[in-house]
């Protein structure tokens, strides 16, 4: 994408909004590459900003841009800009011409602004944000708000130069601003001269663009300093005659009065009320210390450049366009592009568009150029077309020039044209790491999936560099065919061959992937085998680490064995880990902390734990509390940040565990289920075993309310009993109500624990727990937090938006399957007595990823909540409501509003959007897709036609 600069960072500009989309537009080829790579890692909150009304902000005194005072300084005006960095701390700055005079982007403010390396691609510029008329100076609405917008910006720069002596930054932007903006670039002067007058431009506080003028001369001084020279390095303001500066300011450029830049604002004392002195860092200063190298690149040895107007040439689309086809090239895609020239200078421009590289493949309006006149403010279109006969094989480029010859400006289009090339992209990114016991079995599988980015058919060969690795279940090579855009394949890299007989330690190998038909998407993936240990790396990272939030990252395993040691790998970036607490949890629900808040403003945690040689965990709790539990299922980290102002990523963490070998037990776990009163129900039982062997579900007592049967209605006989399967029916007695509970355990040859099932019957459980959340629908549902406890399930405010969450007190705990896809409201706004934080969950309690958020809803009473959230038909969600503090409990209503569909339920036929009844949103479906193969092809012959129109017509109605 053309944002994605060499520092790989994205910033936006502020936004006034308490809620973004944000959204990446791709060509299907890209996505993987997106998904894979492209984490949103920071949002800053303000709380009181630019968008902010009714506050004054710059000192009545400031005079407007384009009040009659700035009318000889529309070459200048154009080229100064508001700035911020990574969303804060805003300053001016200025785009600066350069001897070449070709409209490089570089851009000037003060040193003191913060634009180090590491912030440079934080970098917004804001242009032209100034009032549209004057405010009359000294008036109370030259103190007020103005009418500036802020929807010309310029996001990321790299870092080019800086000293702290004259106070100066010079970046370079990572993209020049639009050609419609009229963005000039200003002139300067190093020669050390001091000039007759001063004339600043800047945003004081932050505002609306003003100008300043100084009508005595300028003086060379240090800093805050009225000696002449003094150290040399600043220019001094004796006092503003018109105009002031104020916080905001600084970086702005100090104009000599021939128009040029002597310096950029460093600090002072001006304001409104005081007329008194400001110093400007000294242009020629600068000039020795760092910006000769890049505004003389040539080498010309100029020390004066004229300011650059950005009036004349507008060039509408601004992207270069790659052009791709099969061999041969008969129907590029795309064939042709139509641009708009703009001439928004105010004289008419001679203007010409014509080729570079003469390459052979672009025609303009037809022909190989085009010339003509453009009267101020009229626009022209040039369309260019791609001929590509007789074009070979291969990638060609070619630069489509627009020339304003009037006031020497020109933008340039790459255009490139790839013919009959192949290519495509391997995913994850991530090689391939896993373990097992000396011997094997080494059951674990990564499938990597190849996706073409080219129309042109072509195999892939991929291929293994030692033969314990398995390709699709082979030690062989396998070939793969992709057939244009967007099709993929898959390859499966699993362990065979000599596997069983490597000895202890660590093996790596290397899986190639190989264009057969060229080299475009050729990579390698690592594979790394622990013998000895089974190796699980977790697969959702990096993620971020935000302030006063928890990171959650998920391995799921799926291999059966009894756990003898366990080490942990961990890579965590941050700038002060003594924020941080560190937790693993087991499927079993034993935590272990990894970190607790050790390690004061170090940077980074990049550990090994290992409690035979290793690091060691901070505690509570030992990697030594796992052993003897079985591995399956899945495993958590928690990365807790308790602090603000520092933020980092969890990068890695991987778990290397050794198998005891000894006869581990099967693992029974409890069971908790609802019925009505006088309603039977089928129970399924859970349980595990650590060799993967066939359990038996063994009854070890009864019930003292209601009576069991096998699943098919047969008797239970005495106890132990051992059940045909893993489910069983519970019966309960006539009239009763309440609690019933019955205890079973598992064996594969090793008899398990004891677990209870408990059944709640005739009344739900207090949803006090994930474990007894209770089953909810689309509606309204009272609740009650009063007897309630708080649960330790951790929570974060990374979904909540413009809104933060409590001590989620007494929370109570509701389960939702959603029955088709869409959007969802969870809502206690102005329906209940207390104040209510919400957080909402993707999956069950045993696998539960917080998706939404909500402290404080808007234009609802009394602190209570709403929050949406996107939903998918069949996925089970939990909904978590608690108080914001001790003395937040109550009850009230929680409303449910969920897109409508069956639920997984089988709709009648002709209820093609599932809504349980067949109308005319199912008939105008069938009339949209006549003729096609969609979703209205009810009987499934592969076409909507009249069959299925009778279909609709014979099943009108409510679905029975």
Excluded at 36 to 57: P, S
Excluded at 129 to 152: A, E, H, K, L, M
Excluded at 218 to 229: C, D, M, V, W
Excluded at 424 to 429: D, K, L, Q, V
Aim: proline content about 5%; hydrophobic content about 30%.
């Amino acid at each position: 994408a053309e944002d994605n600069k060499p520092h790989g960072e994205l910033w936006t500009p502020v936004l006034p909004s308490d809620e973004l989309v944000l959204e990446i537009i791709v060509s299907n080829r890209e996505q993987l590459a997106v998904n894979n790579g492209v984490l949103l890692t920071a949002i800053n909150v303000g709380y009181r900003g630019f968008y902010e009304q009714g506050v004054d902000r710059s000192g009545s005194c400031n005079v407007d841009v384009v009040c009659a005072e700035g009318d000889d300084w529309w070459d200048e005006i154009p080229c100064v800009a508001a700035i911020s960095t990574g969303g804060t701390g805003f300053c001016t700055g200025f785009m600066v011409n350069n001897t070449s005079q070709d409209r490089t982007p570089y851009f000037m403010t003060a040193y003191h602004c913060g634009i180090d390396a590491g912030a440079a691609p934080s970098l917004v510029t804001y242009w032209n944000y100034q009032n549209s008329y004057c405010r009359v100076p000294g008036s109370g609405d030259s103190g007020s708000p103005g009418d500036g917008t802020f929807d010309q910006f310029n996001t990321g720069s790299t870092l080019l130069s800086s000293g702290s002596a004259s106070d100066y930054t010079l970046v370079v932007l990572d993209s020049s601003p639009d050609d419609a903006w009229e963005v000039s670039y200003c002139g300067w002067d190093a020669t050390g001269n001091d000039s007759p007058q001063g004339i600043a431009i800047h945003h004081p506080s932050v505002d609306e663009k003003r100008i300043s003028f100084e009508y005595e001369p300028t003086t060379t001084t240090g800093y805050l300093s009225e000696a002449i020279p003094g150290d040399g390095t600043h220019v001094r303001i004796e006092d503003w005659d018109v105009g002031t500066t104020e916080p905001g300011s600084s970086g702005s450029p100090l104009f000599s009065a021939d128009h040029k830049v002597i310096g950029q604002l460093h600090g002072g004392y001006a304001s409104c009320s005081s007329q008194t002195s400001d110093w400007y860092g000294k242009f020629s200063v600068s000039w020795a210390a760092g910006l000769e190298a890049h505004l003389d690149a040539a080498g010309t040895g100029n020390l004066t450049v004229n300011t650059l107007s950005g009036n004349g040439l507008v060039v509408e689309p601004g992207a270069n366009v790659a052009h791709v086809c099969t061999s041969p090239c008969i129907n590029p895609d795309p064939s042709q592009v139509l641009y708009t020239i703009t001439n928004n200078a105010p004289e008419t421009m001679t203007y010409r568009v014509e080729t570079v590289y003469n390459a052979g493949f672009i025609l303009i309006d037809g022909g190989s150029s085009v010339q003509g006149f453009l009267t101020s403010g009229n626009s022209v279109d040039v369309l260019v077309t791609v001929d590509a006969s007789g074009m070979p094989d291969g990638v060609h480029d070619e630069i489509v020039r627009f020339l304003d010859l009037t006031n020497d400006m020109s933008a340039d289009r790459m255009h490139s044209l790839d013919i009959g090339t192949t290519a495509f992209e391997t995913g994850p990114a991530t090689d391939f790491y896993a373990g097992g016991p000396v011997g094997g079995p080494f059951t674990t599988t990564q499938v990597y999936t190849l996706t073409s980015t080219r129309p042109t058919p072509f195999d892939v060969q991929v291929s293994a560099d030692e033969g314990w690795i398995t390709l699709n279940g082979s030690t062989t090579p396998v070939s793969v065919s992709l057939n244009g855009v967007g099709d993929t394949a898959t390859v499966t890299v699993g362990f065979g061959g000599s596997v069983n007989s490597l000895p202890a330690g660590i093996v790596n190998g290397a899986v190639t992937f190989d264009n057969v038909a060229g080299d475009g998407g050729d990579t390698t993936r690592g594979v790394t085998l622990d013998v000895g240990r089974y190796s699980y790396v977790a697969t959702d990272l990096p993620l971020p680490i935000n302030d006063n939030s928890t990171t959650t990252s998920y391995i799921e395993i799926n291999d059966a064995y009894c756990i003898g040691d366990v080490d942990i790998e961990l890579d965590i970036t941050h700038t002060y880990i003594g924020d941080l607490e560190v937790d693993v949890t087991s499927p079993e629900g034993t935590t272990v902390r990894l970190h607790n808040s050790s390690g004061g403003g170090d940077d980074d945690l990049n550990m090994y734990y290992d409690e035979q040689g290793g690091d060691l965990p901070d505690g509570p709790g030992s990697l030594s509390d796992w052993e003897g539990e079985i591995v399956t299922g899945t495993w958590r980290m928690d990365v807790t940040d308790n602090a603000g102002s520092d933020t980092g990523s969890l990068d890695h963490w991987a778990l290397k565990i050794a198998s005891s070998g000894d006869e581990c037990p099967p693992v029974a776990q409890d069971v908790q289920v609802s019925t009505d009163a006088d309603s039977l129900i089928d129970i399924t039982l859970v349980g595990a075993s650590p060799n993967g062997g066939d359990l038996e579900y063994i009854l070890t007592s009864t019930p003292a309310d209601g009576s069991l049967q096998n699943i098919d209605g047969s008797p239970i006989g005495g106890l132990p009993y051992t059940l045909a399967g893993d489910q069983v029916r519970y019966i309960p007695d006539i009239g009763f109500v309440g609690m019933d509970m019955f205890t079973y355990r598992v064996d594969d040859g090793v008899s398990s624990n004891e677990a209870t099932v408990t059944v709640n019957v005739g009344e739900a459980p207090f949803p006090d727990e994930c474990a007894t959340a209770m089953p909810v629908s689309n509606g309204t549902w009272a609740f009650s937090t009063i007897d309630g406890t708080n649960s330790s399930d951790l929570y974060n405010e990374d979904q909540c938006t413009g809104t933060y969450l409590g001590e989620m007190t007494n929370d109570v705990w509701f389960q939702y399957e959603a029955c088709a896809d869409g959007s969802m409201t969870v809502s206690t706004c102005n329906i209940v007595d207390f104040d209510t934080d919400i957080v909402m969950y993707e999956g069950d309690c045993s696998s539960m990823n917080q998706i939404s958020c909500n402290g404080d809803g808007d234009g609802c009473e009394g602190y209570s909540s709403v929050l949406t959230a996107d939903v998918t038909e069949g996925s089970m969600y939990m909904i978590r409501v608690g108080g914001w503090g001790a003395d937040s409990i109550g009850s009230g209503e929680l409303l449910i509003d969920g897109p409508e569909g069956d639920c997984g339920g089988e709709p009648c036929e002709g209820d093609i959007n599932e809504d349980g009844s067949v109308a005319v949103a199912d008939l105008l479906t069938v009339i949209d897709q006549w003729g096609t193969s969609g979703s209205a092809d009810i009987n499934g012959d592969g076409i909507v036609d009249v069959t299925d129109l009778l279909a609709i017509v014979g099943n009108w109605g409510p679905c029975e």
